[in-house]
């Protein structure tokens, strides 16, 4: 299982700020994807027109990388700082 972490205004828009997710997705795009596929405010948020960025087992990772077995896979707005 992945559990996938959701962080400020993804874990507010989605409604939820933690899922466990059965394993099949080997890289963050084929998660994205699935998580897209259901639609509506899923669409919204992780379908393009929204930034945010993808940490795996607390590494910052981009669309491509592998998601290993059990990772814990976190969805984030872009943070600044100031």
Same mark, same amino acid.
């Given at each position: 299982?992945?559990?996938?972490?959701?962080?400020? !205004?993804? !874990?507010?828009?989605?409604?939820?700020?933690?899922?466990?997710?059965?394993? +099949?997705?080997?890289?963050?795009?084929?998660? &994205?994807?699935?998580?897209?596929? =259901? +639609?509506?405010?899923?669409?919204?948020?992780?379908? +393009?027109? =929204?930034?945010?960025?993808?940490?795996?087992?607390?590494?910052?990772?981009?669309?491509?990388?592998?998601?290993?077995?059990?990772?814990? &896979?976190?969805?984030?707005?872009? &943070?600044?700082?100031?």
């Amino acid at each position: 299982m992945l559990n996938v972490l959701y962080f400020a !205004r993804l !874990r507010d828009a989605l409604g939820v700020a933690q899922e466990e997710i059965p394993e +099949g997705a080997a890289t963050v795009r084929e998660l &994205v994807a699935q998580l897209v596929a =259901r +639609g509506e405010v899923w669409q919204q948020e992780l379908g +393009g027109a =929204r930034v945010f960025r993808v940490a795996i087992n607390q590494e910052m990772a981009q669309l491509d990388d592998a998601i290993p077995a059990n990772a814990e &896979v976190a969805l984030f707005p872009p &943070v600044t700082g100031g």
